[in-house]
């Protein structure tokens, strides 16, 4: 059964700061990994989808790395500022099936807090 | 131009009724999902639907009925609610295997 962890599971940092959040999981035969970020009383945002075969991606100030043998990937934000503040989700998929669907199972998350 | 959407966004009932969540996808996606964040901010799936037919259905009790009458609506009924029912569900959609998901802003639901 995957098991998603995030550490940590709770960070604040001073607006202006590089910072990086971690996820590992269980098992290392998955098909994707998605990084999501959740406001308060929102849904869920896509933030970057890492395939298997891929080590990276990138989108604005955030780069996702994944190393899948491994089971972990890396939230890197640059130049953090007070609207980075949400909570941001990890989750992972199983070989996809070609049935069209595949399920996540997430990590509970880390809370970031950006101070100005 | 909402890619997601979901209806109520808050529901609040007594235990014992029966409610139905609402669900819309306007991004063309063939496969639609039920997620549930409970109080802990765990969040799991609960079903998934692809072009209305139902693909994944996890432990969940029977009082929790999806409905897909076409492959953009996905709904939720639950009856007999329950006061662990109280969490907030998300709807989702995806296309294939390698195109992410794309969720809905969550339902709240509170059974008092």
């Known amino acids: 059964k995957q098991e998603v962890t995030q550490i940590p599971a709770a960070l604040s940092v001073p607006e202006g700061e590089n910072l990086v959040l971690n996820c590992s999981f269980t098992d290392s035969a998955i098909y994707n990994l998605q990084w999501f970020r959740q406001d308060p009383g929102k849904g869920l945002t896509s933030l970057l989808l890492?395939?298997?075969?891929?080590r990276e991606q990138t989108s604005g100030r955030l780069n996702a790395s994944l190393d899948k043998s491994s089971g972990r990937s890396t939230l890197y934000i640059a130049a953090s500022q007070p609207g980075d503040s949400a909570t941001y989700l990890c989750?992972?998929?199983?070989?996809?099936?070609?049935?069209?669907?595949?399920?996540?199972?997430f990590g509970k998350g880390t809370k970031l807090s950006v101070i100005p | 131009d909402t890619a997601v959407s979901q209806t109520p966004k808050y529901l609040v009932t007594q235990m014992g009724n029966d409610k139905s969540i609402k669900c819309e996808q306007n991004?063309?996606?063939?496969?639609m999902y039920w997620y549930k964040q409970d109080s802990k901010k765990f969040l799991k799936i609960m079903f998934s639907?692809?072009?209305?037919?139902?693909?994944i259905n996890e432990t969940v009790p029977n009082r929790f009925s999806p409905k897909s009458p076409d492959k953009a609506h996905l709904n939720l009924h639950i009856n007999s609610l329950e006061l662990g029912d109280s969490a907030v569900y998300f709807c989702a959609s995806s296309q294939g295997g390698g195109y992410g998901y794309t969720f809905g802003s969550g339902t709240r639901l509170t059974v008092v």
């Open positions: 890492i395939q298997s075969s891929q």
């Open positions: 989750a992972v998929s199983p070989p996809y099936s070609g049935a069209g669907s595949y399920q996540l199972t």
């Open positions: 639907y692809n072009n209305k037919e139902l693909i």
């Open positions: 991004l063309g996606h063939d496969t």
